[in-house]
């Protein structure tokens, strides 16, 4: 096991010499990028993330987590970093129709696309909002697909734009949208397990795979082959569901080992010979095991990875031969599928058997073994099934192992009676195990260390320009031939003068292209073996050799060769042609092959003798041909001959030639290479290989220097002819110029001429502007003022509306206020009247009292007198009577006496409301006496605004100065009335408080007088009535308040000094709209600009 560290590399070798995978583990290469250094105590890794196969299968790329992208060729043993994205890769796909071209996933959601060969972004293609997880490329490599944990999207790799978009609910995300293999269908795999087909044209749904019944298998990875035909699930659980989605069903569920909880990845492994229905699929456990398993047999087969360094990610070449696992460590490492599978692809157990064998007899003189049996002979074929039994054919003589190899085994284990068996049995090898068997019969040395040697001198001379005489469309095919061609030459010297040998040796290097030591090893056994006696006569045909096929058919079919004869048809024509190119011209692949299994079976002589069993096989056309051209036609073209009769004929000649005719008496028995180094091949004449070789030197020499006098001679010729050519140009370029110069004169005159007429042109548009520009101005100007005026008449409507609408709220509020002030008239003569009716009501209250007074007063005396009366009357009486009469006296006196005790506290009473009345009553008629006096005033003033506005527009300046005056005499009246209303107010209140003081004082006294005059009598005296009213003073009639010393007066001017600032602001702004009216209309002249616009105009 080779490694390799890419730090600070950009390119190089991938490995120092061809890695040799044991069967063990297969691992070929381990590739790290270890960024460590000698001081540091640990590795430091730049991990590697994703890799993705090419479609040829012999190339990889590689992303790491820094955004290195690399490119791995296997093929021709190169690597090299390609791109540097910075930004971690996601996934990879390498399989586009542009072979040069590969896309790569970020983390940052984004999808570019670089060249390999430029190394130059193509095309960055963005629609995702998560890192994408997987990339899908159609068969064609047009289409992409492109799927995330949210969103699957379908691109166009041609015009990479987007054709289709794919959402699901959150609840619901995307596992896997991927298209299947060999057709129009995509499928779809989301988390609830469900799994859909769509047709990639219409993306209609074509049909959906059921799931089995029981727990959710909770899908995580799928896979299909090539062909399409199969659909593998695994997730988290042991079990992977494999369908077929041909008829669309679950074929069968493989339970894994017991260590695998969750599968992570599937790839199958495809095989050479397949036909693309891969059996065997690999499954990436979540222990980083990748075990492979038949999903036929439900067998695990091998497995890949180790516990301490566990694979995250796998890819498969598409031809199967190579296993690319990423590591949880970083590192790459690159797995050999056929190491791993040497041990599956073992040959069988021995199907044949030989259970009876009579009569064998041995030919030791030709250095042979041969087996001859009776027509009653069988050979009983044992296979799993059921037993069959063949008869072989008597006189059949079949090569057997050399007299040196008495055991008759080959190499790998192989049995050479066995192979014989099943080859006159099948009548060729199983194309599975065919090259498996060539090497064994071949016994080929496997020396790389002789191949290296030789390889690494590098082209032959010789075949240099092999590619001039023998154009190959495939590059590889073709360094593969030109390789293999240098290393026979390197080997011997004919070879490279050997002009056939392409010929030869191509279907061989077609066929083990792949394993070029193989190939280089099988035609050197060829040429060593079945080319015995060719070389002797370089650089002619080996006319011994041919000799020996003539004879052998003039022995068997002497009218064929007689008619050769007669048409000049000799060797070289009938027998050369077949011999120089193997019968490659003349078979197809299968037939060649079916060939070659017989000839590779058999003495070096069978070859010869298959020759002329063509020819007799063929006799029946080549008897018709007559012309030379035909025959030669005939023996490079294939024909309609049947192989297995040409086989089949060439063994009866084999056993019915005579010993002097037969070919193997010329040629030696089959020897294999030998191990360590190649064995030297000198049986060819080497004076003519030599003379050729420095004739051919010589000649080199001679072209390389006449190549060189003839390139010295053309670049002398072409300098002459330069000079020529620069002598003739500079009299041309002279003539051209005077004539350019006549030209040019002829041309500035006329772009004279063109610009005076343009300077013309332009100062009439200049004027033209000027005057369309004056125009442009008046007009705007115009515009401007007739704007102006607009504004101004809309300012002044407005203007007339508001003093319309404040006039309007004037008049309003005039109207308002003097229906507050009829109210309140209406208020205070209703008061009136109510204190007048209450002052009425109090009299007759008075007198009444008076009257019931009186009326009491005088029964009182009458009752006094009749008490005396009564008292002289009863003196008479006895004395009881007396004391119970003056007993009776004394109570009513005392009863009259609470009485008059009585009635004169609710007189007292009722005398200080009265006079508190009248006080009221006094005020009352006092402020209504100025409140008639003040809208006296103001209806003066309102009669004279009304005059105001009736005088004409000419004096309006006069009658506002008038009005101003007026409006501020009234001010200075309003303010003087005011302070005199305040100065009254006060005094009002300082006489109020003193005549209250002087009533109370007054009120003390007549309750005084009236206590001491109750004794005597219980009538007030009139002066104290009298008194009382006229010393009533001023007192406000609203005021409802109890306290004697309150100074503040009522007054009707409620709202009054918001009226009146109301109406100073509506007269200023009427006083400002007046002056700007008058102002406008005494401007008697227009602007000055406008004037000489017009003058202009």
Same mark, same amino acid.
């Given at each position: 096991?080779?490694?390799?560290?890419?730090?600070?590399?950009?390119? /190089?070798?991938?490995?120092?010499?061809k890695?040799?995978?044991?069967?063990?583990?297969?691992?070929?290469?381990?590739?790290?990028?270890d960024?460590?250094?000698?001081?540091?105590?640990?590795?430091?890794?730049?991990?590697?993330?994703?890799?993705?196969?090419?479609?040829?299968?012999?190339?990889?790329?590689?992303?790491?987590?820094?955004?290195?992208?690399?490119?791995?060729?296997?093929?021709?043993?190169?690597?090299?970093?390609?791109?540097?994205?910075?930004?971690?890769?996601?996934?990879?796909?390498?399989?586009?129709?542009?072979?040069?071209?590969?896309?790569?996933?970020?983390?940052?959601?984004?999808?570019?696309?670089?060249?390999?060969?430029?190394?130059?972004?193509?095309?960055?293609?963005?629609?995702?909002?998560?890192?994408?997880?997987?990339?899908?490329?159609?068969?064609?490599?047009?289409?992409?697909?492109?799927?995330?944990?949210?969103?699957?999207?379908?691109?166009?790799?041609?015009?990479?734009? @987007?054709?289709?978009?794919?959402?699901?609910?959150?609840?619901?995300?995307?596992?896997?949208?991927?298209?299947?293999?060999?057709?129009n269908?995509?499928?779809?795999?989301?988390?609830?397990?469900?799994?859909?087909?769509?047709?990639?044209?219409?993306?209609?749904?074509?049909?959906?795979?059921?799931?089995?019944? /029981?727990?959710?298998?909770?899908?995580?990875?799928?896979?299909?082959?090539?062909?399409?035909?199969?659909?593998?699930?695994?997730?988290?659980s042991?079990?992977?569901?494999?369908?077929? +989605?041909?008829?669309?069903?679950?074929?069968?569920?493989?339970?894994?080992?017991?260590?695998?909880?969750?599968?992570?990845?599937?790839?199958?492994?495809?095989?050479?010979?397949?036909?693309?229905?891969?059996?065997?699929?690999?499954?990436?456990?979540?222990?980083?095991?990748?075990?492979?398993?038949?999903v036929?047999?439900?067998?695990?087969?091998?497995?890949?990875?180790?516990?301490?360094?566990?694979?995250?990610?796998?890819?498969?070449?598409?031809?199967?031969?190579?296993?690319v696992?990423?590591?949880?460590?970083?590192?790459?490492?690159?797995?050999?599928?056929?190491?791993?599978?040497?041990?599956?692809?073992?040959?069988?157990?021995?199907?044949?058997?030989?259970?009876?064998?009579?009569?064998?007899?041995?030919?030791?003189?030709?250095?042979?073994?041969?087996?001859?049996?009776?027509?009653?002979?069988?050979?009983?074929?044992?296979?799993?099934?059921?037993?069959?039994?063949?008869?072989?054919?008597?006189?059949?003589?079949?090569?057997?192992?050399?007299?040196?190899?008495?055991?008759?085994?080959?190499?790998?284990?192989?049995?050479?009676?066995?192979?014989?068996?099943?080859?006159?049995?099948?009548?060729?090898?199983?194309?599975?195990?065919?090259?498996?068997?060539?090497?064994? +019969?071949?016994?080929?040395?496997?020396?790389?260390?002789?191949?290296?040697?030789?390889?690494?001198?590098?082209?032959?001379?010789?075949?240099?320009?092999?590619?001039?005489?023998?154009?190959?469309?495939?590059?590889?095919?073709?360094?593969?031939?030109?390789?293999?061609?240098?290393?026979?030459?390197?080997?011997?010297?004919?070879?490279?003068?050997?002009?056939?040998?392409?010929?030869?040796?191509?279907?061989?290097?077609?066929?083990?292209?792949?394993?070029?030591?193989?190939?280089?090893?099988?035609?050197?056994?060829?040429?060593?073996?079945?080319?015995?006696?060719?070389?002797?006569?370089?650089?002619?045909?080996?006319?011994?050799?041919?000799?020996?096929?003539?004879?052998?058919?003039?022995?068997?079919?002497?009218?064929?060769?007689?008619?050769?004869? @007669?048409?000049?048809?000799?060797?070289?024509?009938?027998?050369?042609?077949?011999?120089?190119?193997?019968?490659?011209?003349?078979?197809?692949?299968?037939?060649?092959?079916?060939?070659?299994?017989?000839?590779?079976?058999?003495?070096?002589?069978?070859?010869?003798i298959?020759?002329?069993?063509?020819?007799?096989?063929?006799?029946?056309?080549? +008897?018709?041909?007559?012309?030379?051209?035909?025959?030669?036609?005939?023996?490079?073209?294939?024909?309609?001959?049947?192989?297995?009769?040409?086989?089949?004929?060439?063994?009866?000649?084999?056993?019915?030639?005579?010993?002097?005719?037969?070919p193997?008496?010329?040629?030696?028995?089959?020897?294999?290479?030998?191990?360590?180094?190649?064995?030297?091949?000198?049986?060819?004449?080497?004076?003519?290989?030599?003379?050729?070789?420095?004739?051919?030197?010589?000649?080199?020499?001679?072209?390389? =220097?006449?190549?060189?006098?003839?390139?010295?001679?053309?670049?002398?010729?072409?300098?002459?002819?330069?000079?020529?050519?620069?002598?003739?140009a500079?009299?041309?370029?002279?003539?051209?110029?005077?004539?350019?110069?006549?030209?040019?004169?002829?041309?500035?005159?006329?772009? =004279?001429?063109?610009?005076?007429?343009?300077?013309?042109?332009?100062?009439?548009?200049?004027?033209?502007l000027?005057?369309?520009?004056?125009?442009?101005?008046?007009?705007?100007?115009?515009?401007?003022?007739?704007?102006?005026?607009?504004q101004?008449?809309?300012?002044?409507?407005?203007?007339?509306?508001?003093?319309?609408?404040k006039?309007?709220?004037?008049?309003?509020?005039?109207?308002?206020?003097? =229906?507050d002030?009829?109210?309140?008239?209406?208020?205070?003569?209703?008061?009136?009247?109510m204190?007048?009716?209450?002052?009425a009501?109090?009299?007759?209250?008075?007198?009444?009292?008076?009257?019931?007074?009186?009326?009491?007063?005088?029964?009182?005396?009458?009752?006094?007198?009749?008490?005396?009366?009564?008292?002289?009357?009863?003196?008479?009486?006895?004395?009881?009577?007396l004391r119970? /009469?003056?007993?009776?006296?004394?109570?009513?006196?005392?009863?009259?006496?609470?009485?008059?005790?009585?009635?004169?506290?609710?007189?007292?009473?009722?005398?200080?409301?009265?006079?508190? @009345?009248?006080?009221?009553?006094?005020?009352?008629?006092?402020?209504?006496?100025?409140?008639?006096?003040m809208?006296?005033?103001?209806?003066?003033?309102?009669?004279?605004l009304?005059?105001?506005?009736?005088?004409?527009?000419?004096?309006?300046?006069?009658?506002?100065?008038?009005?101003?005056?007026?409006?501020?005499?009234?001010?200075?009246?309003?303010?003087?009335?005011?302070?005199?209303?305040a100065?009254?107010?006060?005094?009002?209140?300082?006489?109020?408080?003193?005549?209250?003081?002087?009533?109370?004082?007054?009120?003390?006294?007549?309750?005084?007088?009236?206590?001491?005059?109750?004794?005597?009598s219980?009538?007030?005296?009139?002066?104290?009535?009298?008194?009382?009213?006229?010393?009533?003073?001023?007192?406000?009639?609203?005021?409802?308040?109890?306290?004697?010393?309150?100074?503040?007066?009522?007054?009707?001017?409620?709202?009054?000094?918001?009226?009146?600032?109301?109406?100073?602001?509506?007269?200023?702004?009427?006083?400002?709209?007046?002056?700007?009216?008058?102002? =406008?209309?005494?401007?008697?002249?227009?602007?000055?600009?406008?004037?000489?616009?017009d003058?202009?105009?």
């Open positions: 096991m080779q490694s390799l560290d890419v730090n600070k590399k950009d390119s /190089g070798k991938i490995w120092h010499r890695p040799i995978p044991s069967g063990d583990n297969g691992l070929m290469v381990e590739i790290q990028h960024t460590s250094s000698a001081f540091s105590l640990q590795n430091r890794y730049v991990r590697f993330l994703h890799a993705a196969f090419d479609s040829t299968g012999d190339r990889f790329v590689a992303g790491d987590h820094q955004g290195n992208i690399y490119v791995f060729d296997l093929l021709r043993n190169r690597f090299q970093l390609v791109q540097k994205t910075g930004t971690a890769c996601t996934a990879l796909a390498f399989t586009l129709r542009r072979r040069t071209e590969f896309l790569v996933a970020l983390s940052d959601c984004s999808l570019k696309c670089y060249d390999t060969d430029t190394r130059e972004l193509v095309s960055w293609m963005k629609g995702h909002t998560t890192p994408i997880h997987t990339i899908s490329i159609h068969a064609s490599g047009r289409y992409a697909l492109t799927t995330s944990n949210d969103i699957a999207q379908l691109w166009d790799l041609d015009t990479f734009e @987007r054709k289709r978009k794919l959402n699901v609910r959150q609840s619901v995300g995307i596992l896997k949208v991927f298209f299947l293999p060999l057709s269908t995509i499928m779809t795999c989301f988390k609830d397990d469900s799994i859909f087909a769509w047709e990639s044209d219409t993306l209609q749904c074509k049909y959906q795979l059921t799931i089995p019944a /029981g727990q959710k298998p909770a899908y995580k990875s799928f896979a299909t082959p090539k062909d399409g035909r199969l659909l593998v699930a695994g997730g988290k042991r079990f992977i569901h494999i369908w077929a +989605l041909d008829t669309r069903r679950l074929l069968r569920i493989i339970e894994l080992p017991n260590k695998v909880k969750v599968v992570k990845q599937l790839e199958f492994l495809p095989e050479s010979f397949d036909g693309g229905s891969s059996q065997v699929v690999g499954v990436l456990s979540q222990d980083g095991i990748m075990r492979f398993v038949n036929n047999t439900c067998k695990l087969l091998f497995d890949i990875g180790t516990l301490d360094d566990r694979i995250h990610h796998v890819t498969v070449s598409s031809h199967g031969r190579f296993i696992a990423v590591t949880e460590s970083g590192k790459t490492n690159i797995y050999s599928a056929q190491a791993l599978t040497a041990e599956l692809n073992k040959p069988p157990p021995p199907l044949v058997k030989a259970m009876s064998c009579k009569d064998k007899s041995a030919d030791l003189s030709r250095s042979r073994m041969l087996r001859s049996v009776t027509p009653k002979d069988t050979v009983t074929v044992t296979t799993k099934d059921k037993k069959k039994t063949r008869m072989i054919e008597p006189g059949m003589k079949v090569r057997t192992p050399t007299f040196e190899d008495e055991t008759c085994e080959l190499p790998e284990g192989l049995n050479m009676d066995r192979l014989i068996s099943i080859l006159k049995g099948y009548g060729e090898y199983p194309s599975k195990y065919r090259m498996f068997i060539w090497r064994s +019969l071949l016994r080929l040395p496997e020396n790389h260390a002789a191949y290296s040697s030789l390889t690494d001198k590098g082209t032959h001379i010789a075949w240099a320009n092999v590619h001039e005489q023998y154009p190959i469309k495939s590059r590889k095919l073709l360094r593969v031939l030109q390789r293999t061609l240098s290393g026979l030459a390197h080997w011997s010297a004919i070879f490279g003068e050997t002009d056939y040998l392409p010929l030869l040796g191509f279907p061989f290097i077609k066929l083990f292209q792949n394993n070029q030591l193989v190939c280089f090893e099988v035609i050197a056994t060829i040429l060593l073996n079945w080319c015995q006696h060719w070389f002797e006569f370089f650089p002619n045909p080996p006319i011994n050799v041919l000799s020996m096929v003539e004879n052998v058919l003039a022995y068997h079919d002497k009218e064929l060769l007689q008619h050769f004869i @007669r048409y000049n048809v000799t060797t070289q024509i009938y027998a050369w042609p077949l011999m120089e190119t193997l019968f490659s011209e003349v078979l197809t692949k299968d037939e060649w092959l079916k060939l070659w299994d017989n000839v590779f079976s058999n003495h070096p002589s069978f070859f010869l298959t020759i002329v069993s063509y020819c007799i096989c063929s006799r029946q056309p080549l +008897l018709q041909c007559i012309d030379k051209e035909d025959f030669e036609y005939f023996f490079h073209h294939r024909n309609s001959v049947d192989i297995g009769a040409v086989i089949k004929e060439a063994y009866h000649l084999q056993d019915t030639t005579p010993d002097d005719v037969h193997v008496r010329m040629l030696d028995d089959f020897k294999p290479l030998t191990k360590g180094q190649y064995p030297v091949f000198n049986k060819y004449p080497k004076f003519i290989v030599d003379y050729q070789a420095q004739e051919r030197e010589r000649i080199r020499q001679d072209e390389m =220097e006449y190549l060189r006098q003839r390139q010295a001679a053309m670049e002398l010729k072409k300098e002459t002819e330069k000079r020529q050519q620069e002598e003739t500079w009299y041309r370029q002279q003539e051209l110029i005077k004539d350019a110069e006549e030209e040019r004169r002829k041309l500035l005159m006329e772009e =004279e001429q063109k610009l005076v007429d343009q300077r013309v042109r332009l100062n009439a548009m200049k004027r033209e000027r005057i369309k520009e004056m125009q442009l101005i008046d007009a705007a100007r115009r515009k401007f003022v007739h704007h102006e005026k607009q101004r008449e809309t300012e002044l409507k407005r203007l007339d509306e508001e003093l319309a609408r006039v309007m709220l004037r008049e309003q509020e005039t109207k308002s206020a003097m =229906e002030v009829d109210i309140k008239n209406m208020e205070l003569y209703a008061q009136k009247k204190l007048e009716q209450e002052l009501r109090i009299q007759s209250e008075a007198d009444y009292h008076r009257r019931v007074d009186y009326d009491a007063k005088r029964k009182q005396h009458e009752l006094e007198e009749r008490a005396q009366q009564r008292v002289m009357d009863q003196e008479r009486e006895t004395e009881h009577d119970k /009469g003056v007993q009776r006296t004394v109570a009513q006196a005392e009863q009259l006496h609470s009485d008059a005790q009585m009635r004169k506290e609710t007189e007292v009473r009722g005398r200080l409301d009265d006079i508190e @009345r009248e006080l009221k009553s006094v005020e009352l008629a006092r402020h209504n006496d100025q409140n008639r006096q809208e006296e005033e103001i209806q003066d003033l309102m009669r004279r009304e005059e105001g506005k009736l005088e004409t527009a000419m004096d309006e300046q006069e009658q506002y100065n008038k009005f101003k005056a007026l409006s501020e005499v009234a001010e200075r009246r309003r303010l003087q009335l005011l302070q005199e209303e100065t009254l107010a006060r005094e009002h209140a300082e006489e109020l408080r003193n005549s209250m003081d002087a009533s109370f004082e007054r009120l003390r006294d007549i309750r005084t007088q009236h206590v001491e005059n109750s004794v005597t219980p009538l007030l005296p009139e002066n104290v009535r009298t008194n009382g009213i006229t010393s009533t003073d001023n007192t406000c009639l609203n005021n409802l308040s109890s306290s004697p010393d309150s100074d503040v007066p009522f007054t009707l001017d409620r709202g009054r000094k918001t009226f009146e600032r109301r109406e100073q602001e509506l007269l200023r702004e009427v006083r400002d709209m007046r002056r700007k009216l008058a102002s =406008e209309s005494r401007r008697a002249k227009p602007p000055p600009d406008y004037i000489s616009d003058d202009e105009e």
